[in-house]
């Protein structure tokens, strides 16, 4: 297996987050191919130099289109604001390259769409980067619910809520811009909708509730000019499950106070399970029937039991961050890349995330329930 | 103050609930009227005989019209299932007692408002059981949310959760008969809505959605036979607050693992609330600003400097239990009796979350959202 | 069975909370005689009046020794501080009665031992207030360890800590008064060690380092004037088990922050459990083996399945408070009053923890571990 | 400044621990030299190649003497078991090499006090793997102790409990024998130690009970034969500090059912805070004084104002993960061996760790309390 060249674009959180990950993935993880790191590519020359000396990438850009056609990179990994996406991503099909894209994949379920067959079609293999379902523990509650340890399922509870939009004098900035979607719906959203299919499966029809609680935000930090908010600050959903148990969602950037409150719940005929990306390497379980004295939820810690966890650490309960799920989700994508098992989630699973958004956004206008097309 | 004559129907769950708080009240709360422990009624002559004993009632009976008529006593509480209350409650105030009514308050909005309209014209007291709000620590959110400690409201969120009817094989019974009303969204969504009213205040509109999760139940106890069920098992609504706020409540009985899990959240611009009542001597508060180092929920725990806590124990974090939740709602519609200020919630409070739960029927039909009658 | 006549000598914290106990419990609880609250007494007429009027006692007085000898009377609470316990109790149990009395039971062994021998040779039946024993979660707690479920013990690590005295300014009172013996040792270290034998068994030696944090106290509140404090303010014990085990006991009353930390970790071969007070309805429980994926403490919520608290509520979840436990302390002792069986604890198991507290005083002065008397 | 090259000893949890840190730390954090990955040496000739390969270094040994001696190389890193550390240590130090140490650093003091005179005679840096010290809450909370947010500490009470050798068949291994010195009390009470020298200061005497709970294992993995254990399952520590407060620390491997719990409280005049690994990313923090009504401990989440967190993710609530302590650590090492700030702790700090340890060692021999040397 030769090495793979990886050029990155972007270098904001998600940008640092990935080149982070890439540099530590085939240490860390196994059947992870060699790399070379080649390029980085930034608007902002400065950063985008910073960035390729700190992870040591060869080179750096401040036109991802350079990027993109480097016949030394083999994956790209696009981390701008998400109404560039299907611009980075098409190109980077078109030149014969790997791509893994931050999520929400698109502005739209159409562009989504565009993307995910130009993909198909090249055969390149795509990732999205919904880093939490990276977690061992989410793994496990995706395998219990399949095996049917919860029994029939009765219900899901999805909130994402975190404060970072709660201040009303934040200014306006491109999470804010219509032309990258909805708002909360999109940005945090979307990990939830993601982990719901990832639960439970597909989902038939939303019904949503879209409120901009912040009505008009500074147009440039500090400007004593303010501009109308046109996008969603909190989302309230409906699901329909293809499955045949229904369940919500809440999608809340608003949420002062939160900083990483991506929780479910999940009550089935059998069990029931409870998680917090707050103490993520912890996952509540409980199970129907048994001792009667003992009944309560167990508080299941993560340990080398829960793959990938071991190959970060060889003993239980020690815990892994935030960067560790990237590094499980870019190992994930190069193992894809590499020939390996195509874990995704893929720019196809991308998709039909899109497709509840948009959905739901339908809902929100229209005050209907509304399907998800299949 | 003369000694108050106290009448309790009903020997179940609540009926004990209730007399164990007014044996209990006058000894622990101040400004509570000594009171004659009068008669029980029970249509189970050996229960209300069992009960009397017990909590030392001076006399039994099969008969609750029989009770309601006694001339010793000046008040009733009413503990009987849900269907049976406007019957009673109406005989009651007729009689020119004073009513402590469990809750639901009727099976419809259109039941209690006859029952609020005769219990107004009659200038009796009225309280009805939602108990959970006589929590020294909600009163205390309730206090902090309108004195503004946490800004503008963004968003709220209630849950409750139990999962006493999970089991598809628990036969039918008086919570499941359409005729007493819809069913989780009665019997506990009653609870969350009052608590969004208790914090919020009124809700203009409403969405819901309202499941059957299991489809059909035995006709009785072991029994082969098994018939439709017709009332929901989860209701989830969207709420739209007079206020300008929105949020949403789950009321779901089907909740694998749940026993008690009355729980919200609030967040507001300058501050965020966090409880559940599955501890209930916890309040989470976060307050923004501050010492950035320290930024996170404080974990408030009830102590005697939330009042009447300190009447059941002088010393903090030593925890009040469910049935002192009880003994406080007793005692403040003792001193209401007794010509005190009436704290409530009364039957107009109730009947104002009757509307809120019709209207939430009227939406779940009719797949729109739906105003709340002001 | 005829009514028993009850006394209760003092009316601060501890005779508050045994008033409302004794007028709860035969209504609560079943197989409790009825009662007659014959009388009050406290130095301070006016709260002895008080409280027999608001308790539903039939008089008061400010004689204690007129109460104990009251004819009337067949049961005696003593909830005045420790350094009286002795000459009450005896007053009492020459007068025939019954004993209930607050711990610790005396300021020194060989005064628990005077009071047991004649509790004894009386054939009175005595009761002493460890009331935190009384919570069914520990009841279970020392059944599994009865039943072997958590295999061989490993280690026992127990704590109480609280910060009632964690303010220099507080000033002397019967707390710090070196006649009623060690100061936290005695006053919550009492709680941790009867802890530790009821769920571990006697104790065969013990170390202790005993030390004064706040070295002197105003003489009185608001006094400029300060003199030495003469007891511990936080008892550190190392203990070894007659059943072979070690574990350790700290009692801390200059904790603040904590209010109620009584909590314990107990770890054997097979499992393991964890609790502390201040979430006393619910114990965690570690089993050993089982499923690998599942490996986590189950958080056991208190239920009806825990007697006796489905006497209380019979609905799991909703929660004991602190007075429940009193209620079920005082019913245990009625009922053995009544012929019933001797749950205890009694005078001979509060005289062998005060056996502990004196080798620990001993073990303090000495610097060596003592043997506790068998 | 030239790239600095670096060797690793040992393959194990730790040796792999260190190739990923040493790989990851000049990516994430400033200031960090760039390294050359020179070799990786272990006994087992395989393990070397993989590792090497695995993490990157040029080339593998089995000898470890030949790493040390390599001119390539400026730093070295042991992670061999303790028994090992000070042959390698001076070997290192000897050939000019800067030595970064897992701990505990030696088996006893004088061990350690022989490899930190050498250290400082020649000038080298050295880092010891006390890894939980680099959480940046821990930085805080001993920020906030050394400022007086916490008034007069008056008490300490740390616990390091793990299960990992709970089964009474797990064979006979490096960490039983007992010329590495004491079992749990080197093992992981070190690790206690250190935290309450970082946290509080100096240890001026120390009382030990140390405790075989195994009296015998097999010999090797499922032999029949069994041997003695001649080293601590648990010790149990009271501590002096120089400060003037005093203090517990227990240590414990065979606690089942626990795999991190390394915690502690600190109770002070105006506050108190309380910590576990468990969930390292939070803190709770008392404050004394404030509105009442808000009293409790807030749970600070650990976020970008707490430094270095924002390196590796700019969102707070994201958390930091075990291996990212490790990388902390690496950096602060490397950054000190470019010349910055010594951050420690170095062979000085861990020496005094140790002679706490043999102070503890004395004093369980002999009962008594043991001055530790100053």
């Known amino acids: 297996m030769k090495d793979l060249g990886i050029g990155i674009i972007g270098t904001g959180f998600m940008g640092r987050s990935h080149a982070m990950a890439y540099a530590a993935a085939a240490g860390i993880l196994p059947g992870v191919p060699r790399l070379r790191l080649v390029a980085v590519a930034d608007v902002d020359e400065g950063a985008a130099a910073r960035a390729a000396a700190q992870f040591g990438?060869?080179?750096?850009?401040?036109?991802?289109?350079?990027?993109?056609?480097?016949?030394?990179?083999?994956?790209?990994?696009?981390?701008?604001?998400?109404?560039?996406?299907?611009?980075?991503?098409?190109?980077?099909?078109?030149?014969?390259?790997?791509?893994?894209?931050e999520k929400p994949l698109a502005p739209t379920a159409a562009d989504a769409r565009v993307m995910t067959q130009a993909a198909e079609a090249a055969g390149v293999v795509t990732q999205v980067g919904f880093n939490y379902l990276k977690n061992p523990l989410l793994g496990l509650a995706r395998d219990m619910v399949a095996a049917g340890e919860l029994g029939t399922i009765h219900s899901f509870r999805a909130i994402h809520a975190e404060g970072f939009m709660a201040d009303p004098d934040l200014p306006h900035a491109w999470r804010l811009d219509p032309?990258?979607?909805?708002?909360?719906?999109?940005?945090?959203?979307?990990?939830?909708?993601?982990?719901?299919?990832?639960?439970?499966?597909?989902?038939?029809?939303?019904?949503a509730d879209l409120e901009t609680v912040i009505k008009d935000r500074p147009v440039a930090a500090g400007a004593r000019e303010r501009k109308p908010v046109l996008v969603d600050d909190i989302a309230r959903l409906a699901l329909r499950f293809a499955r045949g148990c229904r369940g919500t969602v809440e999608a809340n950037w608003v949420a002062t106070g939160r900083t990483m409150q991506l929780a479910f719940d999940i009550h089935g005929s059998r069990g029931a399970l409870s998680f917090t990306q707050e103490r993520f390497n912890e996952l509540l379980f409980h199970r129907a029937g048994g001792d009667p004295r003992h009944a309560g939820y167990v508080r299941i810690e993560a340990g080398p039991q829960h793959e990938p966890y071991g190959?970060?650490?060889?003993?239980?309960?020690?815990?892994?961050?935030?960067?560790?799920?990237?590094?499980?989700?870019?190992?994930?994508?190069?193992?894809?890349?590499?020939?390996?098992?195509?874990?995704?989630?893929?720019?196809?699973?991308?998709?039909?995330?899109?497709?509840?958004?948009?959905?739901?956004?339908?809902?929100?206008?229209?005050?209907?329930w509304v399907a998800v097309p299949g």
């Open 57 to 101: 990438f060869a080179r750096h850009t401040t036109d991802w289109r350079d990027l993109v056609s480097d016949p030394a990179i083999d994956a790209v990994a696009i981390t701008t604001p998400n109404v560039l996406h299907r611009e980075m991503a098409l190109a980077a099909i078109a030149a014969g390259k790997h791509v893994h894209c």
């Open 179 to 207: 032309s990258g979607g909805p708002g909360a719906l999109g940005d945090i959203g979307s990990h939830a909708i993601a982990l719901a299919r990832f639960l439970l499966g597909p989902v038939d029809a939303v019904w």
């Open 311 to 368: 190959h970060f650490c060889v003993a239980p309960g020690h815990q892994l961050g935030f960067n560790d799920l990237k590094t499980i989700e870019v190992a994930d994508f190069l193992r894809a890349v590499a020939g390996g098992p195509r874990r995704g989630p893929d720019f196809r699973e991308a998709l039909a995330v899109q497709e509840v958004i948009d959905a739901a956004l339908v809902s929100a206008r229209e005050e209907r």
